[in-house]
C-alpha cells in the first residue's frame, strides 16, 4: 500500500487516522500531510456500530504495521470514540470485545488521542465515501479484523 519512511514513524511524529465506518474507509496522514487511504469490505452481517469498530481496528493496525507511534484517531462516531475513550460505558456484548480488541492493540503506541469529529464538519469522512463509492472490490479471501 506504501511505506513509511524511519523518520515519519519515530516518536514525536504525530500521523492522524480518520476513519468513517459507514463506507468502511480509512485514511492515514503522514506528519508531511500526505493522505493514506484505503477501504474495505465486510462479508459478515455485523451492526452499523461494529462496522465502525472494524474500521477504526483497521486503520490502527495499519499504523502499527508502519511502526507508527503517535497516533491521533478522529472518528465519526461518538459511541465509538467516548467508549474507547472511557467515557461512555460498553454495554452490549459485541461491542465490549471491540473495545478490549481497540485496547489491546493500543500498547504498541507512545502516544494515541481519539478524537470525535462530526461527521457534517468531515471533508475528510465525506472523501472517503466518495472513494469508496468508486472503488470496485474484488472478492478475496475472507478476512475477519476482530476475531
Known sequence: MFATTEEDAQEGHHWKLNFDGASNTMALVSPSGDHYPFT???????TNNMAKYEACI???R???????KVLEVYGDSALV????????????????????LVLELI??????TFYYF????N???????????MVKMNK???VNLSR
Open 40 to 46: 474495505s469490505k465486510l462479508d459478515f452481517d455485523c
Open 123 to 133: 471533508q475528510m469522512a465525506d472523501a472517503l465515501a466518495t472513494l469508496a463509492s
Open 107 to 112: 500498547i504498541e503506541f507512545d502516544d494515541i
Open 81 to 100: 470514540i467516548y467508549q474507547l475513550k472511557g467515557e461512555w460505558e460498553t454495554r452490549y456484548p459485541k461491542l465490549i470485545e471491540y473495545r478490549r
Open 62 to 68: 495499519a499504523a502499527i504495521e508502519r511502526k507508527i
Open 58 to 60: 483497521m486503520g490502527i
Open 118 to 121: 462530526p461527521r457534517d464538519e
Open 140 to 142: 478475496q479471501e475472507n
